[in-house]
């Protein structure tokens, strides 16, 4: 799977992949918090190029105390994955993988 490679790569070869795919023109990066150190390793050899591309990440789980799929698990994920992407903006955020009955609930948005 994809989040083991990140761990098999030395952060020079990170660092190298992903200034290259930049450099190549591709202006989308797309990741998640579940996606072991991708989210870490893209704000580390990414933030001094933050305005060329596009960010995408996945938020509504994993944070710790919180339940998954309320508004505050949301709003303390985007806060937690600006801080480890190094950035103050993210572009697209995802609901990733949250089924409709959970959106029919309600608990994701502040009344």
């Known amino acids: ?19 290259s795919v930049l ?5 989308l990066i797309d990741t998640a918090r579940s996606y072991g150190e991708a989210e870490n390793r893209i704000g580390k050899f990414l933030k ?3 305005s060329e591309f596009i960010l995408s990440t996945k938020v509504g789980y994993d944070v710790e105390g919180v339940e998954d799929w309320t508004f505050k698990c949301i709003t303390e994920g985007v806060e ?3 801080r480890i992407l190094q ?3 993210i572009d697209i955020v995802h609901l990733h993988s949250c089924n409709k009955d959970i959106l029919e609930k309600g608990k994701l948005l502040k009344r």
Do not use: F, P, Q
């Open 87 to 89: 950035t103050d903006y």
């Open 23 to 27: 450099d190549l023109g591709i202006n």
């Open 80 to 82: 937690k994955a600006l």
């Open 1 to 19: 799977m994809l989040e083991n490679r990140w761990k098999e790569l030395s952060d020079k070869k990170v660092d190298k992949l992903l200034n």
């Open 48 to 50: 001094h190029r933050r």
